[in-house]
């Protein structure tokens, strides 16, 4: 909007590029253009203020179709002034000169205006168009009608307007047409959902068939392997039987065939020691024969009381003890004598 200092008597104007300002004074146009800015006397003046801008406007109209089915659009309506001065004469855009705001409504009177046009040349799609078609390709078709009405509109082009762009959003029947018309399409939907899902359970068994069938076949082949496994385990079980009762024959045979030389050896040995034992006891018998005979030759010289002394002395080593003892003059005397001459005798002998 136009911004307006106020200096008492005097007062200054200026506007945005975005503005078209037109000037009057005493009923003649003084200044016209976008984004002026002046000096003026308000008693004097009159000032209108049109809008360049792209407007955008929502527009929401209700139809009925050929088939009495009433349909909801709703979209985006895009328009601009082209001749500001053609119309200002048209529609009141004069401008408060203390505050810069409109003294009337000249926009919503424009945006009601283009509002109505625009739904009047949906209306004249939608009357005679089947609600299935407004549903289907309604969007395209009223954005085209709406074009080309305003297009051919003499009225919008003489008010110096022009339409830049239409949006239609949605086109919608009531809630209960919606549910009505939308069953048959959800109803193939999901039939088509069962049969994908009775395709996939379908599939599902035949993949699993063969995945019962692919473990059948390795159970048969692990049993056919498993069998090969066991009659080999036999064999080397039978293989290993045997040789192991061959390793304990060879064994047996070695154990008995050192034993036999073990034997045999001890035999000899025993043969041997035996021999040696026999040749050895020959031998010391004959030592011992031939000392008793040699000690026998030597006792055959000494005389009797000799002999009888020495057989008192060898039976006193071996008594252990002697309880009594009875010595008489008679017996000792003659002994005594008959020792000392032996004893004497001998030692002369040794001597000599």
Same mark, same amino acid.
């Given at each position: 909007m136009a911004e307006i200092i106020n200096l008492?008597?005097?007062?200054?104007?200026?506007?945005?590029?975005?503005?078209?300002?037109l000037y009057y004074r005493k009923a003649r146009l003084m200044r016209s253009g976008p984004g002026l800015s002046f000096w003026f006397l308000p008693l004097k003046a009159s000032i209108a203020e049109v809008p360049l801008d792209d407007r955008d406007l929502p527009i929401?109209?209700?139809?009925?179709?050929?088939?009495?089915?009433?349909?909801?659009?709703?979209?985006?309506?895009?328009?601009?002034?082209?001749?500001?001065?053609v119309i200002s004469q048209r529609i009141d855009f004069t401008v408060d000169l203390a505050r810069g705001v409109y003294l009337r409504q000249p926009l919503e009177k424009l945006a009601l205006l283009m509002s109505q046009l625009a739904q009047q040349y949906a209306w004249s799609h939608i009357a005679r168009t089947p609600i299935r078609e407004v549903l289907a390709d309604g969007q395209l078709r009223i954005r085209e009608q709406i074009e080309a009405g305003f297009a051919s509109d003499a009225t919008i082009q003489n008010m110096g307007i022009s339409v830049v762009s239409v949006r239609i959003s949605s086109v919608r029947p009531v809630a209960d047409l919606e549910k009505a018309l939308e069953a048959p399409i959800r109803e193939q939907i999901q039939q088509e959902a069962d049969k994908a899902s009775f395709g996939r359970r379908a599939l599902a068994v035949k993949m699993e068939r063969a995945i019962q069938e692919n473990e059948l076949t390795n159970q048969i082949e692990l049993a056919k392997q498993q069998e090969g496994l066991i009659t080999q385990k036999g064999q080397n079980a039978r293989r290993q039987?045997?040789? =192991? %009762?061959?390793?304990?024959?060879? #064994?047996?045979?070695?154990a008995a065939r050192r034993t036999r030389i073990d034997a045999v050896a001890q035999a000899e040995r025993v043969r041997t020691e035996g021999e040696a034992r026999s040749q050895a006891l020959r031998?010391?018998?004959?030592?011992?024969?031939?000392?008793?005979?040699?000690?026998?030759?030597?006792?055959r010289t000494v005389?009797?009381?000799?002999?009888?002394?020495?057989?008192?002395?060898?039976?006193a080593g071996k008594l252990e003890r002697i309880d009594h003892l009875n010595l008489s003059p008679e017996l000792l005397g003659?002994?005594?004598?008959?020792?000392? =001459? %032996?004893?004497?005798?001998?030692? #002369?002998t040794e001597r000599g």
């Open positions: 008492r008597v005097l007062r200054h104007l200026r506007t945005d590029p975005s503005s078209h300002l929401v109209f209700h139809g009925r179709s050929s088939d009495f089915q009433d349909v909801t659009a709703q979209g985006v309506l895009t328009f601009r002034v082209n001749n500001p001065q039987a045997t040789e =192991e %009762a061959q390793a304990a024959e060879i #064994s047996s045979e070695s031998l010391e018998e004959q030592v011992r024969v031939q000392a008793e005979r040699e000690r026998m030759e030597v006792y005389p009797a009381p000799v002999l009888l002394g020495l057989a008192a002395q060898a039976l003659p002994m005594l004598r008959d020792l000392i =001459e %032996a004893s004497t005798q001998r030692l #002369s």
